[in-house]
């Protein structure tokens, strides 16, 4: 199989703070890997790094094959990112933020739209998809912002920490 992630003696420092101390990992093309550990582990800059959001200071750090540090557009190309807080307009039906993603990722109208109606029926939203966000329940917007992640039909999508803030059915319905 091929390493469709590969991180190697990755390390980031904040002032004296070491957040990732010589942090490898591998995970191979088709496959589910989860990164588990306490609070202040360091999970969020090992995702921060792979996502292009901040940049390790030491280290080899590959996604889809490509250096997040000189790639990093087009890693962002690649990639879909569910980040722990919804990233959703409030104010905007669940279609509407969902084509809305597709525009800012060059996807066009009518493919966006297409994209949109696909995802809302997927993750059971079919039904609410005209209602604005904030009439949405805590699980509901947690599907909704998955769907967002997945607009361009990403080659690895991370997942931060998902399930935050949902009650055990929301935990179980994401």
Do not use: C, W
């Amino acid at each position: 199989m091929i390493d469709v992630i590969v991180v190697a003696g990755a390390r980031k420092r904040y002032g004296e703070k070491r957040a990732l101390d010589g942090f490898d990992l591998r995970v191979e093309r088709g496959t589910v890997h989860g990164v588990l550990g306490p609070n202040g582990a360091g999970k969020t800059t090992a995702v921060r790094i792979l996502t292009t959001l901040l940049r390790a200071d030491e280290g080899l750090v590959r996604v889809a094959g490509l250096d997040v540090r000189t790639h990093a557009r087009e890693v962002r190309r690649r990639i879909g990112l569910l980040g722990q807080h919804a990233a959703l307009d409030e104010d905007l039906s669940g279609r509407q933020n969902l084509e809305m993603f597709g525009r800012l990722y060059h996807l066009g109208a009518r493919r966006a739209g297409q994209r949109a109606g696909a995802l809302l029926e997927r993750f059971g939203l079919t039904d609410t998809g005209r209602k604005a966000v904030k009439q949405y329940s805590g699980g509901m917007r947690r599907r909704l912002d998955l769907a967002a992640s997945l607009i361009t039909d990403p080659e690895v999508l991370f997942l931060d920490e998902p399930t935050t803030g949902l009650d055990p059915r929301g935990r179980a319905e994401v």
